[in-house]
Nanobody
């Protein structure tokens, strides 16, 4: 069974940085587009960034210039480098990936940004 496991969340002050990681494990034949989504308290889940197998990236307007998505295919891992964090970035961050032709979600990691 394929799993995505996120790590790297935590509490940080406004203006600080965090790096999230998401590792895919299990029997993996292919991983195509991977991405990060977030769900702030009381709100719907929203797209943060995606990266294709060809390293084409896409970002939500709210994080452009502050967040960077990248991937290491040899490690089946996708990263989200978050800089200049704002309190409004506080959310549960979820990893999502097209693994073996199916969309898989991680369990989420909490990011809290204090003002």
């Amino acid at each position: 069974q394929v799993q995505l496991v996120e790590s790297g969340g935590g509490l940080v002050q406004a203006g600080g940085s965090l790096r999230l990681s998401c590792v895919a494990s299990g029997t993996i034949f292919s991983i195509n587009t991977m991405g990060w989504y977030r769900q702030p308290p009381g709100k719907q889940r929203e797209l943060v960034a995606t990266i294709t197998s060809g390293d084409i990236t896409n970002y939500a307007d709210s994080v452009k210039g502050r967040f960077t998505i990248s991937r290491d295919n040899a490690k089946n891992t996708v990263y989200l480098q978050m800089s200049s964090l704002k309190p409004e970035d506080s959310a549960v961050y979820y990893c999502n990936g097209a693994v073996n032709g199916r969309w898989v979600w991680g369990q989420g990691t909490q990011v809290a940004v204090s003002s």
